[in-house]
């Protein structure tokens, strides 16, 4: 009988560190990456697809607002998960990073030249000279040229913000008040060079 208690006891140790770790995945998921995935650069936002896309968003805005690392740099490029594409010549797409006021995106900061898509596969575009800070809140957006165009929904949590009649190529100096607002982040993230030679914790 002791030998079946303590295998009880044992099974039921196990059962709860395996829930236990689950939930560790799961609440992990709900937030964005920041991760260091090569040598000096700095990946943060959300590199992760959800498996579903939005479509439609020619020509406005769209954006999703991230916060960088305990180091900051240089920033390289912004990346957006894109399925289908638009036939030819609506193929191309945008980037562009604001700065948050206020828990919305604020001044442009940069944006980068027009670049045809590839289906299904994450899309980088250049975005290069402009200082990231560190532990600071943007936004990375997005405009398209193409209806039929998809791009990925992010996993977890965050915030998105979009801004109408916005024609493609066509990035305001200021972000303004957002035409409509949501809690679902966009697979979206931005790289970003380590210039001071330290780790992100």
Do not use: C
Request: hydrophobic share 35%; proline share 5%.
């Amino acid at each position: 009988m002791k030998f079946l208690s303590k295998r009880s006891f044992l099974l039921a140790f196990m059962g709860i560190l395996a829930i236990s770790l689950v939930l560790a995945v799961v609440i992990a998921r709900q937030q964005q990456d920041i991760r260091q995935h090569a040598a000096g650069e700095i990946k943060t936002g959300y590199d992760a697809w959800d498996g579903t896309f939005d479509q439609g968003n020619n020509n406005l805005i769209t954006s999703t607002q991230i916060t960088t690392a305990a180091t900051g740099g240089q920033l390289t490029s912004i990346s957006v998960y894109i399925g289908q594409v638009h036939a030819s010549p609506g193929n191309h797409m945008q980037v562009a990073l604001y700065s948050d006021t206020n828990n919305a995106p604020g001044s442009l900061l940069g944006s980068s030249p027009s670049q045809a898509l590839t289906a299904d596969s994450w899309n980088t575009l250049p975005l290069p000279n402009i200082t990231i800070a560190p532990l600071t809140k943007y936004w990375l957006a997005f405009n398209l040229d193409g209806s039929v165009t998809k791009f990925g929904w992010g996993t977890g949590t965050g915030n998105s913000a979009w801004r109408y009649s916005t024609t493609y190529d066509t990035w305001p100096s200021t972000f303004g008040s957002p035409s409509s607002t949501g809690t679902k982040p966009y697979a979206i993230y931005m790289t970003y060079t380590d210039t001071g030679g330290t780790n992100p914790t």
